[in-house]
């Protein structure tokens, strides 16, 4: 993950979304959300993890709010639901004089409970600006939630170590993961977790980033992102009876062009409930332009352990109970572009992958598409804008940014982030919506340009 800071100013026009709803209550997951903490903060956790410790989840990512330092910090929020989030402060902060201060790089933090010394243990990838370095941080905390105090900054087995994963498993193993000099190795922690042992499997030349593992009924799955970066891409993934190989194949995750649904894995989290297993693709949904204003991409992974694949269905919401492990996919209701009042140059083509087979292209500042007919709960309500890229934005790499009014109210931008040309996306946003079928949504360009082609809107319901 190449990338300087200090590259992203003047990019104020692009205020980020305070959804439409303030003071909110989550009660779905809602991939590529603005998600905010219970201070209406947008939450700033990426590149990150979950631990869940007694009934509450923690999570741990990097703290990138604008204006910070180049290393902020490590976060910490916590969750009773993995919906609703209260900031826990940092858990890790930088240090000066060493190789995790705040104008080094700290990501990917990991932590692990380590009952062997009744200690925290977090992982965290150290290096210098132009990633030179390749190092790994190890701190320890009394809490969960920290202060995590630094203990070695080592190369591992005095080897490289680039992005960074850590695995827990069944039998109490613990394995880091990274890559390391165009391999991708797997190592087996001390049992106190608090360095490395040896290296248990090396994936030769494979040379991928984000590397994440999961274990269910007997088969491991390796889930790395191919190495562009920031860029969105195909999640790969191989899967093994033992840690130590043979390793499958690799394979792709989601359906070509999907790009894992914009995004790149950091985590697997198991939620092992009463009734089922369910394990949770966590992906960080980067902005590389600004890199605050990144999302987080995550949906339930489906495993067929006999024949060792792994997919994911996109779900605009949806829900887990952490107590069953049970999920859920609420309905909503579809809305056609094509069926709204257009104004201006907007203008109905055929798209194959669209919903009823068309859409409204040229959706510029001086067009419009007003979707009426709405019906609201007379309650906020979240709704998922779906929409086409006519041209390859993965190459120019800059999102499009769409104006949205609900009931001839203030606009508010919505961005579209980048994908391959013709796939159908979708983008989330709450809104208030009037009892019964009566309400509008008004669709525009901005100043900044062209819209994405805009195919249809679903409504989901209010839970209360
Ligand atoms: C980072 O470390 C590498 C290896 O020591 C070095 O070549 C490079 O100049 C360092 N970068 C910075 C910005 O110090
Ligand atoms: C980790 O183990 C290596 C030997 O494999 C040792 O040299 C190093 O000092 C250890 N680091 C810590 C922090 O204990
Ligand atoms: C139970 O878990 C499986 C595997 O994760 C998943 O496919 C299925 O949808 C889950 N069912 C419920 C009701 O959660
Ligand atoms: C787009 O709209 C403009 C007017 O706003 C019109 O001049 C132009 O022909 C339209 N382009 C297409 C491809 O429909
Ligand atoms: C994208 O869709 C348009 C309109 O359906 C079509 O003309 C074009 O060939 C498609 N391009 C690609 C690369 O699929
Ligand atoms: C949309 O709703 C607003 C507020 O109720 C109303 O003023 C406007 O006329 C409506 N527009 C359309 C096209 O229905």
């Known amino acids: 993950m190449l990338f300087s800071k200090f590259q992203l100013q003047g990019v104020a026009w692009l205020l980020p979304l305070v959804a439409l709803v303030a003071g909110k209550e989550y009660k779905y997951i809602i ?20 631990v869940r410790h007694g009934s509450k989840f923690f999570w741990f990512g990097e703290d990138h709010t604008a204006g910070g330092t180049h290393f902020t910090g490590i976060s910490c929020y916590s969750s009773n639901d ?20 705040s104008d080094q790089v700290g990501e990917r933090p990991k932590v692990v409970y380590s009952p062997e010394i009744d200690k925290w243990v977090m992982y965290i990838h150290a290096d210098n600006t132009t990633y030179g370095l390749h190092l790994q941080a190890m701190a320890l905390a009394d809490e969960v939630q920290g202060p995590y105090a630094l203990q070695a900054i080592y190369n591992p087995l005095g080897k490289a170590s680039q992005d960074m994963g850590l695995f827990l498993d069944d039998d109490g193993s613990a394995y880091s993961l990274y890559g390391s000099g165009g391999n991708n190795d797997i ?19 494979t040379n991928l980033e984000a590397p994440g593992m999961l274990h269910s009924q007997g088969v491991y799955y390796n889930f790395f992102s191919e190495k ?5 891409n ?18 792709q995750l989601t359906p070509p062009g999907k790009f894992t649904f914009e995004s790149q894995n950091t985590f697997e989290l198991k939620i092992a409930g009463t009734k089922n297993t369910t394990f949770i693709f966590m992906g960080d949904r980067w902005d ?12 339930p992974l489906l495993l067929d352990e006999e024949a060792g694949t792994a997919g994911m269905v996109w779900h605009d919401v949806w829900t887990v109970d952490v107590e069953t492990g049970e999920v859920g996919f609420p309905e909503g209701v579809g809305y056609e572009a094509q069926d709204g009042t257009l104004t201006g140059g907007a203008n109905v083509i055929p798209c194959a992958g669209c ?8 959706i510029t500042q001086s067009s419009s598409v007003t979707v009426s007919g709405i019906v609201g709960q007379n309650k906020p309500q979240w709704i998922a804008l ?8 993965l190459i120019n790499g800059l999102p499009r940014l769409v104006s949205v009014s609900v009931n001839g109210g203030a606009a508010v931008m919505l961005k579209q982030r980048t994908t391959a040309i013709n796939v159908t996306m979708s983008i989330p946003f709450e809104a208030y919506l009037e009892k019964g079928a009566v309400n509008n949504i008004t669709v525009t360009g901005t100043s900044a340009g062209p819209a994405a082609d805009f195919d249809q809107l679903i409504v989901y319901p209010y839970t209360p």
């Open 31 to 50: 991939p590529g959300a603005d998600l905010l903490d219970e201070d209406g903060v947008l939450i700033q956790a990426h590149g990150g993890q979950i």
């Open 82 to 101: 993995l919906y609703n989030w209260k900031n826990e402060g940092h858990a890790f902060s930088p240090v000066a004089g060493t190789q995790l201060a």
């Open 187 to 205: 190592t087996i922690l001390t049992p106190d977790y608090t360095n490395q042992s040896r290296i248990v499997f090396q994936f030769s030349g």
């Open 228 to 232: 562009t970066g920031y860029r969105p």
């Open 234 to 251: 195909d999640a790969q993934y191989f899967t093994a009876s033992v840690i130590s190989g043979p390793w499958s194949a690799r394979k």
């Open 288 to 299: 590389q332009n600004e890199l605050s204003d990144s999302r987080y991409m995550w949906l």
């Open 355 to 362: 919903s009823q087979g068309s859409l409204v292209t040229n």
């Open 386 to 393: 779906y929409y086409v890229n006519p041209d390859d934005q």
